[in-house]
DNA sequence: CTGGTGCGAGAGCACTGCTCTCGTTTGAGA
DNA sequence: TCTCAAACGAGAGCAGTGCTCTCGCACCAG
């Protein structure tokens, strides 16, 4: 690739990603209103009108600093889930969940982009769509580990409306088509309620109450955890029988923990 | 009230309320980013810096609208809370939690406004605090009359660290002292989950999955309620006409759910 | 009746996103 | 190696924004 790029377009990548930074600079310091096609102009040395060769619109910026964003924390999330050892289950829920919320305290401008009130006209570029289903993706793949290694408590469904049971039967064909309805109903519950927490802590709503909200956090992740089935803890010493029959069947294999949710 | 005013106070009484309902109606079409000062003030047919005359800056304008917004919400949820039956402690915590979205579907951008990224430097008036707790009452209120009724399971508390410990005792003893604190954090996870289920679907993250989120949304609100140890379903009505004349005008298909067909 | 005060209109400033034009630079094809 | 179109940066300019200041007019208490 590198060898066929002249020296223009090489320019013109370095200069594209250099904008970028200079707005998620701005971004970083002055919110998504803050950040000015001019102000990252002037932060580069040259004119506004320049900027429009690289970006058509400002809202088109703003829209790469937003799939930049779901990227980013799409790897957060799918490294924490990687770093863990692969039959902790329980541990890996819970980090996961934590390196959502350490990037979104770490980079709050660019999570209020991505999860607050849509900016413009909110237009979801399908390249998002993807990058957005990653969090959710990480926490699946978590579930289904424990469902092959037969740990997970499956919950009663209870009634469910002909929509939604459509609804989970269609999202579980084309993402875990091993996970009963009610499992992934939960899955869909914890994973809100995940980024709930995380805005109202950003956001200010939990001033009053559990205004630090580092233990709190860990207390609803682990109780969401036990709500979805996970196991209570990882067994500490499991009998060898156990471990014979974890590693003996294997459903994904463990040498490519490099990506850990893999969509099937 | 009006004996002592003079026509100069009222007619300024009535012209803020106005600017408030033109800004409002540019919000609701364009969103935050579209509501502007020189707009409102063309649409009721003055220039631009008479405005400043009622408000001194478009954030203090913002702010109104953010005061408002919470109001309504408040509100909309009380009067759901209020309106039902108050032993039928299930059809209670449904009922509020399904103002909550009914508010937040009729009006998406004032939501966005208030539960969305926070759109200037992000001061929190006072005066929003207690009108932002009045949602997260009214379900603690279904709460108190559980326990105090008997009927409310509480659930075990697990390991809790002192930080916690000492954030869900100080919220108790202003909120509900008679509340066990495993009790008072699992109401801290409902609440952050229901909103958090609201933003998904307002914000376009559900599209996906469950994208007509309403039965989603009762099923998990019903979910919720069961994981803070509400009582499975109420005891059985007092009397059918009571109920018949309690709930004879219910608006969408509420009485049983008998649009939704059980399968499994 | 009079003088201070609240009010709306208008001009103007600094800023924004965006468009258009104009020389210059670049690099692929002749 | 030369040529010419394409890509590029700079500048001017337009319409829009929030906000300030000043100026007359209308109100209302003294």
Not at 105 to 116: C, Q, S, V
Request: one cysteine or more; charged letters at 20%; hydrophobic letters at 45%.
């Amino acid at each position: 690739m590198n060898t066929s790029q002249t020296a223009r377009e090489r320019a013109r990548a370095v200069l594209t990603s250099e904008i970028k930074d200079a707005a998620r600079r701005q971004l970083a310091e002055s919110g998504a209103t803050g950040m000015s096609l001019r102000g990252v102009a002037r932060e580069l040395g040259m004119v506004s009108s320049a900027l429009y060769r690289y970006f058509p619109t400002r809202d088109d910026l703003l829209t790469a600093l937003i799939v930049d964003a779901y990227h980013a924390l799409g790897d957060a999330a799918e490294t924490a889930n990687a770093i863990v050892e692969r039959t902790d289950l329980r541990r890996r829920w819970r980090d996961t969940c934590r390196a959502v919320r350490q990037w979104a305290l770490a980079n709050p401008h660019e999570y209020a982009l991505i999860y607050g009130s849509p900016v413009p006209g909110y237009q979801a570029p399908q390249d998002t769509v993807a990058q957005a289903a990653r969090v959710p993706l990480a926490m699946v793949g978590v579930l289904r580990d424990a469902l092959a290694a037969g740990t997970l408590a499956e919950p009663d469904t209870g009634i469910m409306g002909v929509v939604l049971a459509r609804q989970t039967a269609a999202l579980a064909a084309t993402i875990a088509p091993e996970l009963p309805a009610s499992v992934l109903i939960r899955a869909l519950m914890a994973w809100s309620q995940l980024f709930g927490m995380i805005s109202f802590e950003l956001f200010g709503q939990f001033v009053g109450s559990v205004d630090p909200a580092e233990q709190f956090f860990d207390h609803a992740v682990d109780l969401m955890a036990t709500f979805i089935g996970l196991p209570k803890q990882a067994p500490q010493a499991p009998a060898p029988d156990v471990l014979g029959a974890l590693f003996g069947d294997e459903p994904d294999g463990e040498a490519d923990d490099g990506d850990a949710t893999r969509t099937a």
